[in-house]
Each structure stands twice: as structure tokens, then as C-alpha cells.
T-cell receptor, first 118, second 110 residues
Framework: NAGVTQTPKFRVLKTGQSMTLLCAQD?????MYWYRQDPGMGLRLIHY???????AKGEVPDGYNVSRLKKQNFLLGLESAAPSQTSVYFC?????????????????FGPGTRLTVT | GQSLEQPSEVTAVEGAIVQINCTYQ??????LSWYQQHDGGAPTFLSY????GLEETGRFSSFLSRSDSYGYLLLQELQMKDSASYFC???????????FGKGTTLSVSS
């Protein structure tokens, strides 16, 4: 299994350009997530999906859109890139299982996409 | 609001024991998780506490006290490869999304 894969690995955009980041998972996980990671800020949730055809906003959704047309794919779009969106973007997927006496949603992360907006 | 507090940096020597604390303030709580991230890599899952008490996985243990809104990750017999960032994360509602702390950078020296 490849696990969670992300395309592209690196990208440089000019302000105002648009792009789509692709996330794919082959573990048949129901849940998928997009995070951004900035120095000293930890991981911040942008959008997530609890199943095919569903999406929900996270902590920092502004400037991003997502789609989950197929269970295995979760797309993150930037309509008009801004320098503030320079970051490392991680996709993750999870499923529910019993762990430590409760229901856990252990997340599996992709390798990340390094995006620079100039 | 939602917040998770953990120390920004911890240093230790090989073979030592280190504890990384995490306190949280969230509107809901459905479990505390810990993730490890090596420089330039992706976060990987370490442990989960849904109930109060200690969970042990090899050299790593994690503890939760829901009444104190507090947990910790305990790393024993430290090795150089344990040098990484460690994040606590809370599932704050009856869904699947996690809120992460800002991370603790652990540096292990020989």
C-alpha cells in the first residue's frame, strides 16, 4: 500500500494564481483532512471530510476550497494565492477503531506539499 | 476558544527519561493523541488516551487526567533518533477532526 500520497511535492506560485493540491489514499479510509503547518504554529486544520461527497470547514478555511468526489481523493484548491498561504500542506486520512477503551481516529499523514507564493 | 499548551523545547541526553506535558482548554473533549514529526517529515501517530490513566507502548507512555485537562507523553531510554517535534492533539467534538498544539521540539544529545 502506498498509504497517503500528495501531488505535487513542491510548487511556487505568483500572487493571484490558482492551483489544486491532490491527496490520494489507498487504505479505504472514510475520513480525510487538509492541514497547513507554519513555523511555530503547529498543524492547523483547513477543511476535512467525513465521507465521499461531504466537506466541512476547519480552523483556517478562508482562501481555500475542497472537494471529495471520490472516497480515495481529497482536493484542496487555492483560487487566488496570497503570500500568506506560503506553507507546508499536509493531507491525512483516518478510520475509527477501538483504542485504549475509546474510539480513536488515528490519522495517517502524507509527505506534504511545500508551497511558496511570491 | 480552543487552546493546547505544551513546552516549546525540551533537551535531554541519551538514556534519560523526558516528560512532555500538555494542558488543554476546549469546548468538548473526546480524547488526547500524540504525534511525532521528524524534521522535514510527516507527523506519525504515537499514542491515544480516551480515558483517564496511563497507556504504554514500548519506550513511550502517555497519560491523561480529564478532570485536570492535562496529559503527558513520557519517553524512556532516550535515543538520538527520538530527536523530533512532538504534538499533542485533542478531538474536541463527536467527530474526527483534531486540534493540535504548537509542538515541543525534543533534542537528544550524546
Amino acid at each position: 500500500n502506498a498509504g497517503v500520497t500528495q501531488t505535487p511535492k513542491f510548487r511556487v506560485l505568483k500572487t493571484g494564481q490558482s492551483m489544486t493540491l491532490l491527496c490520494a489514499q489507498d487504505m479505504n479510509h472514510e475520513y480525510m483532512y487538509w492541514y497547513r503547518q507554519d513555523p511555530g504554529m503547529g498543524l492547523r486544520l483547513i477543511h476535512y471530510s467525513v465521507g465521499e461527497g461531504t466537506t466541512a470547514k476547519g480552523e483556517v478555511p478562508d482562501g481555500y476550497n475542497v472537494s471529495r468526489l471520490k472516497k480515495q481523493n481529497f482536493l484542496l484548491g487555492l483560487e487566488s494565492a496570497a503570500p500568506s498561504q506560503t506553507s507546508v500542506y499536509f493531507c491525512a486520512s483516518s478510520y475509527s477503531r477501538r483504542l485504549a477503551g475509546a474510539t480513536a481516529y488515528e490519522q495517517y499523514f502524507g509527505p506534504g506539499t511545500r508551497l511558496t507564493v511570491t | 476558544g480552543q487552546s493546547l499548551e505544551q513546552p516549546s523545547e525540551v533537551t535531554a541526553v541519551e538514556g534519560a527519561i523526558v516528560q512532555i506535558n500538555c494542558t488543554y482548554q476546549t469546548s468538548g473533549f473526546y480524547g488526547l493523541s500524540w504525534y511525532q514529526q521528524h524534521d522535514g517529515g510527516a507527523p506519525t501517530f504515537l499514542s491515544y488516551n480516551g480515558l483517564d490513566g496511563l497507556e504504554e507502548t514500548g519506550r513511550f507512555s502517555s497519560f491523561l487526567s480529564r478532570s485536570d485537562s492535562y496529559g503527558y507523553l513520557l519517553l524512556q531510554e532516550l535515543q538520538m533518533k527520538d530527536s523530533a517535534s512532538y504534538f499533542c492533539a485533542v478531538r474536541r467534538q463527536a467527530g474526527t477532526a483534531l486540534i493540535f498544539g504548537k509542538g515541543t521540539t525534543l533534542s537528544v544529545s550524546s
